[in-house]
């Protein structure tokens, strides 16, 4: 399905990253697996990761090329695309997967502990994305996969970096799907239930934890790669601007803001009136805010 497309995979180096481009390898693209080789909290570099999956994909008979430079500054990310460039002489997809984790209590996050999530999650993704707009701009075709996460879909704790990160990766690719669909480029988010590094930082310290994580661990990365694969492909010409999620066997698409319920009043509003009629008529409509702990609760098929 991806023969002889060249596609660029950010945070390649493991997990779900690594798994996606292995399987576009398989299925005929030229990848440039991208990773800093960074800890999950964004510390130190090593080019070992991205070169592994590479000798990976070549010793599959693959064509493949390693990019160690980060999404988190606009020159860098640059380099990325230009290395996809050099080395296959297009580019035909790009998929945002860098991440990093730096959780935190919202009263308790600090200044540098927000700015760099939403540095690589957020900064990132508009990076890459800017840096190959124009090159699809040009051929008049090309796709985006970014990932997106239910800690910003729906809410998590101790999340707010990471969880506004990956909202505004929603509204990123939303836009850019508007306003590249003309040039007949495509935009749409992945959220994934899968195993990985950063889950791997998740506590078990209670019954109910381990229980958890022991769910988690049957969402292997491996689950996420197909859907990947058919949204860079030719096949997936009519998708576009849409959020799906991935849990073990399953692809959901998700809803997207719409309203729920309305109240009018011709008389107009007052602060009384809201609280005494029009409130009570839109709480039937609110959604509680433990719906994230809903979500990771699914028992998965």
């Not at 430079?69 to 990325?80: L, P």
């Not at 840096?131 to 879909?153: D, I, P, R």
Request: hydrophobic letters at 45%; one cysteine or more; a neutral charge.
């Amino acid at each position: 399905m991806m023969q002889d497309k060249v596609v660029v995979v950010t945070g390649a180096g493991g997990g779900i990253g690594r798994d996606m481009a292995l399987a576009l390898a398989a299925e005929g693209a030229r990848v440039v697996v991208n990773d800093i080789g960074t800890s999950t909290t964004g510390e130190g570099t090593d080019a070992g990761p991205a070169q592994r999956v590479v000798d990976e994909i070549r010793a599959a008979g693959g064509q493949a090329a390693a990019s160690t430079d980060s999404v988190s500054e606009a020159a860098s990310a640059g380099r990325i695309v230009q290395c996809a460039l050099d080395h296959f002489g297009r580019l035909d997809g790009v998929v945002n997967n860098a991440g990093i984790l730096r959780d935190r209590f919202f009263h308790k996050m600090s200044v540098d502990e927000w700015d760099a999530v939403i540095r690589v999650h957020l900064y990132g993704s508009f990076y890459m994305s800017r840096a190959a707009a124009n090159h699809f701009k040009e051929q008049e075709s090309g796709a985006f996969v970014h990932m997106t996460s239910t800690s910003g879909l729906i809410g998590n704790l101790g999340q707010a970096n990471y969880s506004a990160a990956k909202l505004g990766v929603v509204a990123l690719s939303k836009s850019i799907a508007l306003d590249m669909q003309k040039f007949n480029v495509r935009s749409n988010c992945i959220s994934p239930f899968a195993w990985s590094r950063m889950i791997g930082a998740i506590p078990t310290d209670t019954p109910e934890q381990q229980a958890r994580v022991e769910k988690l661990r049957q969402m292997t990365p491996g689950k996420i790669a197909p859907l990947a694969v058919y949204l860079l492909s030719d096949a997936a010409a009519g998708v576009n601007a849409q959020v799906f999620a991935v849990r073990n066997n399953e692809i959901f698409v998700m809803s997207q803001p719409r309203p729920l319920r309305s109240v009018h009043r011709s008389e107009g509003w007052s602060p009384q009136f809201i609280a005494e009629h029009g409130m009570p008529a839109l709480k039937a409509a609110f959604v509680p805010m433990d719906r994230s702990a809903d979500v990771f609760s699914w028992d998965p098929v």
